[in-house]
């Protein structure tokens, strides 16, 4: 049976008053128990096109034509209104960016009983046990907890969890995952993964899997569709897409899979003995009414000029309260403690304001996990990048046009990026803005919040080749935030893994595949592996000659 059919769909954005088209022509059908997965780049059209069946595209975009048919239902013309009746219901959608998805002045209990509360007879304690029990499905620890708190209490990855609850808990006919895994470490996004698995097999429930993420699509989809530049290259059954791929764009994306590093690198270069970052004993604890959660428990770690330290762990570990804690974000309700929290030798826990903006100013930046959070929305990408450096460098006009123009180059933006508002971006574009960003006024500490998590392999690896370069060039201390083991073994020095608050295990990064502790070895091993199916595929051309042209809008 036939869940959902999209007949030649086309969409424009409207850019400075003109339209100009970026999905062209997309068709494909999804069949009852399904997974069908749209892989390709960021703006290649994937959530563009995603966000259209839902009827939720930019206030900036629009249908041109096509056909968008819901269990035997056209939709595609219907009111905001009559939609509303669907979502949730007969279709659900697990967006791209949680931090703008969830209500901040609501609870997670409130939110998650919103739905059932609309489209079920339960009273209220019935209600509260079963969004406990959505809670601990998607993989949050102490759900009561968690019942109880504000979005702003959860990291990126806790987020996105309670957004994947909602969307599952009607067991609706199709559900749209928008990069639904993007943000969490690999232990809780194969939890997630297996819920929908499930969830296809008991309730029918088709699924959309919009991933940046071969491995994962070729792990997990029956069919893939691969996107470039708002067009199909290429769609088939998983089996037939992986080992014998026809398009020239495809067999350069499973070359970039195959070719991704496995953890063998070797030190590049050698780190200045001083600390850049010293953390001794850090602790977080946050009140919750009668009860108390230890975000943080005792951690330590120091990272030296010139070398690239990682933090790992799941969602919900304190990797991302850490970096927070050493850039002086963390304020009430909870209380940081540690017996030494320093960056280039100042203690960052009793720095003055003025001496915090000298500090953010020169010496150090962050990556932030989510650049809408931290781009100006109603300013061009060159002038943020111009001002940027107008702040604290004296340079000509000419100079620092030239300086953005070579920041955005850097990070495999194409120039037009510049002259684009943030809300024009796609979420990979936006991460690579912020790295640009981050890098413009050679800081002496970089902190990198899953600087990498919305890019494909290709992509990833380049940025973190990138970022390691400078760490060596400019001896830059980088303390990388990430559940991306494999980079994190190619191209970092040391890491830090972390479980529930605590360190649990630290080693050179080089030796994660051979950790013998019982942690780390879960996160090694519950990785998507691509070389499974790169030894199914024949012997591709190695000296395929790919020039990639400039990238879509979305």
Known sequence: MTVLSVEDLRISYRSRGEWREVVHNISFSIQRGEMLAFVGESGSGKTTTAQAIIGLLADNARRDAGRIVLNGQVISDW???????????????????????????????????????????????????????????????????????????????????????????????LIIADEPTSALDVTVQKRILDLLDILRRESGTAVLFVTHDLALAAERADRIMVFRQGEIQEQGATETIVQRPQHPYTRQLLHDLLDAPLGLAAARHRPLATPAIRVEGISKRFSLGKQALQALDSVSFEVRRGSTHALVGESGSGK??????????????????????EVLGRDVLTLSARGWRALRGNDIAMVLQDPRYALNPVQSIQTQLEEALTLHQRLSRRARAEAVKDAIAAVGLDLPVLSRYPGELSGGMGQRVMIALALLNNPKVLIADEPTSALDARLRNQILELLVEQCAQRQMAMLLISHDLPLVAAHCDRVLVMYQGRQVDEMPARALPSATHPYTRTLWTCRPNAHTYGQMLPTLDRTLDFTETAHGDR
């Open 320 to 341: 991302s309260m850490t970096a927070r804690a050493l850039m002086g974000l963390v304020r009430k309700p909870g209380v940081v403690s540690a017996e030494r929290l």
């Open 79 to 173: 009111s905001d209104k009559r939609l509303n009746r669907l979502r949730g219901v007969s279709i659900s959608l697990v967006p791209q960016d949680p931090g703008n998805s969830l209500n901040p002045v609501k609870t997670i209990g409130q939110q998650v009983e919103e739905i059932l509360r609309l489209h079920q007879s339960l009273s209220a304690a019935e209600r509260r046990q079963q969004v406990l029990n959505l809670l601990a499905k998607v993989g949050l620890s102490h759900p009561e907890q968690r019942f109880d708190q504000y979005p702003h209490q959860l990291s990126g990855g806790m987020k996105q969890r309670v957004l994947i609850a909602i969307a599952i808990a009607l067991q609706p006919d």
